[in-house]
């Protein structure tokens, strides 16, 4: 079996391990743009904070590495066209344009940084960061820099900002929405998390877009904002969102949905034999049961394995997802998973909700510190979204909870829940405990 | 209303407080022998080892709080008889006899120190642990202590060791059974808590009882094994677990089952308008379907909330225990859920296990810490059992698999689960994926 997967990043090179697992004959091709493959595009903030050392700590398998498990990786190669019917696949390597057969074609073509419409996004000094050669760019341009603007306040614009903020670089995070981090926090979340960053000496100007960015000499100095406030900088990062890559899928025909590539809980595509993986689909959402986009390298890694599984024959499915995630900048850690309360209001689903601040150890055991979840119910219990915030311990919470959404279960099912306990490592009622008994006071 | 609780622990100070939220009228009366309400033992190892700085500080609530909701506590007290027909407890306080009339009695009397059959237990610097009283002696005598026996290597007796070690006493830990937390962990899990416990400096012995305490002048001077062997001791802690106090409930034809009071799900007895709850009543294993004992403070707290509710005519159930757990000595944190491979085969499951060893965090992130996780599952996939040692972030990936467990999840349904992902939180794919994607191999 040949198969060619177009694409070396979360979606892309699982795919191709996985399929090695199940087939040890098939002749597996990657081709990619990039001149690296297997890396975690996650890391690049923690690099540029000099949390992890270097770029070449966060890169976790060669294309050499591949070679030994007989996986032809192409770098710096692009896929220019696709003929669905010879299934043929074209693209230019050192060079040279060469073409390659298929028996099953994998797209994990990935997105596309979003420019919003600004002017000025191509002077010196605009970044966008998606790959290691951009972390690079920006780790070498920020050396003279005094003054940054990171632009987009989801989480990639958050550990940016703050690892500009440990470098030593005034910045300033900006938000067109009136919160950070609005696709997966409600307001009053987000308000803790402002709070914090302001404390750590990051300037946040929320609400307005930036209109402009002015430059000299063909480098960036400042940015207009909507309402015509300027602010100096010599550095802007555009961390506005990703846009699937489309292109190679459409022109075959394959079925695209609002955001992305439809594929169905195989993984496949409209067109026989062609798959796709990672952020150029589209996902399902768990609660909505509707499309939606999980643009998450975590995403990408199990739909590579479901993808992998269907193209080996063994039985396989895709779940709808709940865009469960979790960050750390500083001290703080916060997570999220399922709908915010403004997101299942646009989706007309009333919600009930609570938020309460608990902790995350006995409250006479040292350094307790404070924890804050917030839950999120449907009108009939049900949970249907959960925020934590604390200084440890929320990346677990938060997959409990995603579990407790995939069940279905109610906020009172929840409350009669067994958690484990240790005055060392919990409180005896867990705060999710205790935010789930609250929110279940509401029914009454 | 008029209600009397027998004892004031874990399980009969809750009943009080959540019976006065949802009846501010009922008289409610609590006898205690303790001279003390409202702490958790679980913390008494930590204050001996000084992390926690004092007794006080464990100590959540005095009489004088109880007080002020309007709830009588009659420390000091102790409960002699019960009328079940007249509906009226005798009790002695302050040297005289009193009664006191019931419409709802709650048995909360709790457990006694297991003593095993060996000479010697009355000897000065013989110790069980179950109250602060029992705590501050153990830390005066341990002053002029050299060298400690802990006797049964639960969790109390492990964390007691470890509190001796910090205090700079040569310590050995005993265990009748031949490893260590024999109810919670399979062999090779506890051998490597084993290991850290001896790398740390104490010493363990496993696999004999003592037989005998040795003494002289009336104190004790050393422990006789089973195989003989002698060693000197100026101190021995009986860690041998808890048998329900169950006198009183017997005494008026409560009926019992092997180890404890039978309750219902509502916490009922099978006496009219008397309930239990706490150490002194028999749980319903989750997996087993059958009676157990679950004689955890956090089990207590939810029967309490049942047995409230039901008395205030609420509707709630005790659902069936996995009696998960989780404790930390050191740097290392351990807990469990669940069967044990043991005893699940001592029931009769054939089980399929597995065992990784991964990591805490992204690999490439400072301080990653090694995390064991072993899965037990049954033949036809369900997961049944799950363990987990690490540095840290042990606790919420037990209450996952609690949760995972209680919902019949198999492990190839939770490979598939959404796991939240950042690099200096945890791995790109968490350590119970992997565990359950590789017990998921072996249906293969």
């Not at 079996?1 to 391990?17: C, L, N, Q, R, W």
């Not at 073409?99 to 797209?107: A, M, P, Q």
């Not at 195989?266 to 993986?277: E, I, L, Y």
Request: glycine letters at 8%.
């Amino acid at each position: 079996m040949k198969i060619v997967i177009i694409g070396g990043g979360a979606g892309g090179m699982p795919t191709a391990s996985n399929i090695r697992k199940y087939d040890s004959e098939a002749e597996i091709t990657v081709i990619t743009r990039d001149n690296k493959v297997s890396y975690s595009p996650c890391a690049i903030p923690y690099v540029l904070s000099n949390k992890i050392t270097s770029f070449d700590d966060i890169v976790m398998k060669s294309p050499e590495d591949y070679k030994e498990k007989n996986i032809n990786v192409l770098t710096e190669a692009e896929a220019t066209a696709i003929d669905a019917e010879a299934k043929i696949v074209t693209y230019t390597h050192e060079g040279k344009e060469k073409t390659i057969e298929y028996d099953k074609l994998v797209l994990a073509t990935g997105g596309n940084p979003f420019i919003p419409p600004m002017k000025g996004v191509d002077l010196d000094g605009v970044f966008r960061i998606r790959t290691i050669d951009d972390g690079k760019a920006v780790e070498e341009w920020a050396k003279n820099c005094k003054n940054a603007i990171v632009t987009g306040a989801g989480l990639i614009g958050i550990e940016i900002a703050y690892a500009f903020k440990e470098m030593g670089i005034n910045v300033t995070l900006t938000e067109m929405m009136p919160q950070i981090v609005p696709r997966s926090l409600d307001p009053d979340m987000a308000k803790i998390i402002e709070k914090y960053l302001e404390k750590e000496g990051i300037n946040i100007a929320l609400g307005q877009p930036i209109t402009e960015l002015k430059g000299e000499n063909g480098k960036v100095t400042g940015a207009v904002f909507g309402d015509g406030t300027e602010v100096d900088c010599d550095m802007v990062i555009l961390a506005t969102g990703v846009r699937a890559e489309l292109g190679l899928a459409k022109s075959i025909g394959c079925e695209c949905g609002r955001w992305a590539i439809r594929v169905n809980d195989r993984m496949a595509t409209s067109v026989p034999d062609v798959f796709a993986v990672g952020d150029c689909v589209e996902s399902y959402d768990a609660i909505l049961r509707s499309p939606t986009i999980s643009q998450l390298g975590t995403t990408a890694i199990r739909q590579a394995k479901t993808c992998a599984q269907t193209i080996c024959g063994k039985r396989s499915r895709f779940n709808p997802v709940l865009n469960s995630m979790v960050s750390k900048v500083g001290n703080l850690e916060f997570g999220a998973v399922g709908l915010t309360t403004t997101f299942a209001q646009q989706n007309r689903i009333r919600t009930v909700t609570e938020k309460v601040e608990a902790l995350t150890r006995a409250r006479y055991y040292p350094n307790a510190k404070p924890m804050n979840v917030k839950v999120i119910c449907d009108i009939d219990g049900t949970i249907i979204g959960c925020q934590i915030i604390a200084e440890e311990r929320v990346a677990e919470r938060i997959d409990t909870m995603t579990l407790a959404i995939t069940e279905e279960l109610t906020c009172f099912e929840l409350s009669n829940m067994e958690f484990a306990y240790a005055p060392p490592v919990s409180m005896v009622t867990d705060p999710l405990v205790i935010a789930v008994e609250e929110v279940s006071k509401k029914f009454n």
